[in-house]
């Protein structure tokens, strides 16, 4: 199973430890080539200030595709992850479940492209960082004020009342910097 658990999570670090997956931008949306794999999301450094922990994993799966003229590459992300309650400071679970089809442009092209398109255009590069594309979207896709429903927000509150002490509450304040 898949879980939070550091045995887990160490599974996927050492696997990625052989090969930082790279991809050729262009080949692969002309080839229409597809990738799939799984990071621990302690390895993408620039996710942690957003996380309440560094457990939990993401799948991703990259496919290339071409529209017309356009060169597209859409991003899957599925896993769990940690977010910190921004009303009671509690943690949560979060799932993770984004799509997202970034456009491949040329670096002449990008910025008359962005301009003129919804869709998010980045240059496209024969040795592209797979990991860091997912970490780039998960960044835009993770909500920056999560927060539990509410009945899951106030049990998190009383539990923090019944143990309370001012400096329980500076804790967790510390713990949010
Ligand atoms: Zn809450």
Redesign the pocket.
């Known amino acids: 199973m898949l879980g939070f658990d550091r045995g887990g999570a160490n599974i996927y670090h050492a696997r990625l430890m052989f090969a930082r997956p790279l991809i050729d931008g262009a080949d692969f949306a002309l080839n229409g080539k597809e990738l799939r794999g799984e990071v621990a999301l302690d390895t993408l450094p620039r996710l942690s200030d957003r996380l309440a922990e560094s457990g939990g994993y993401v799948a991703f799966y990259l496919r290339g595709h071409q529209m017309f003229d356009r060169l597209l590459l859409e991003i899957e992300l599925t896993g769990k992850c940690r977010l910190r309650?921004q009303?009671?400071?509690?943690e949560?679970d979060y799932p993770i479940a984004m799509t997202s089809s970034l456009r491949l442009v040329s670096a002449t092209e990008i910025d008359a492209a962005d301009t003129d398109d919804e869709t998010e255009c980045i240059e496209a590069a024969p040795g592209m960082d797979v990991l860091s594309l997912v970490e780039d979207e998960l960044l835009l896709g993770l909500p920056y004020a999560p927060?539990?429903t509410v009945g899951?927000?106030a049990e998190?509150?009383n539990v923090s009342k019944q143990s309370s002490s001012p400096f329980a509450v500076l804790a967790v304040l510390n713990h949010k910097q």
């Open positions: 309650c009303r009671c400071l509690g949560m927060s539990h899951k927000c998190q509150l």
